[in-house]
């Protein structure tokens, strides 16, 4: 289970003032108003960062750090991820996860045939669609839905699923 969720991405400058667009990588933006603070990856290093102020611009969010004040001090950070620990982490309804304690789980078939890996999240609007890797390279797509998804084990890594008939005859 990740210690930290990736929350953001710094994409790039937002005028002179050290303030930085972020590409928000989490279901709600608005989440960034209740965040004091934000860890960056700075690649060697882990930076906690001190949110002074946010805003929204389109899909963005425009957050001003504590003690960068000017192009400068923050343009070095362009493209750097931002966490969270879990404990800032928003509460998950039931049948909910983290897409990041997802990645990696083994999926299996309710007979408890080995699937594959699950390699990725994709949103879709109606539902997720969770990509498993094959052993051989190919990959599975599955909805994720309860008639699809039987039992989700995140302290395990794995992933329970019944096989709609013609998925796996490509």
Known sequence: METMLRVGVISSTHGVRGEVKVYPTTDDPER?????????????????????????FKNMVIL????????????????????ITRDQAVELEEDEYFIADLI??????EEGE???????VMPTGANDVYVVRREDG?????????ECILDVD????????????????L
């Open 64 to 83: 001003k750090f504590e003690g960068y004040d000017n192009i400068n001090d923050i343009e070095k950070y362009k493209g750097r991820d931002l966490y």
């Open 138 to 146: 190919k990959e599975l797509l599955i909805p994720a839905v309860k």
């Open 114 to 120: 080995p699937l594959g890996i699950l390699a990725d």
């Open 154 to 169: 995140v302290e395990n890594q794995m992933m329970k699923i019944h096989v709609m008939d013609g998925l796996l005859d």
């Open 32 to 56: 960034f108003l209740d965040l004091e603070e934000v860890i960056l990856d700075a690649g060697r290093e882990e930076i906690p960062l001190k949110i002074e102020r946010v805003k929204f």
């Open 104 to 109: 990696g789980m083994s999926v299996l078939t």
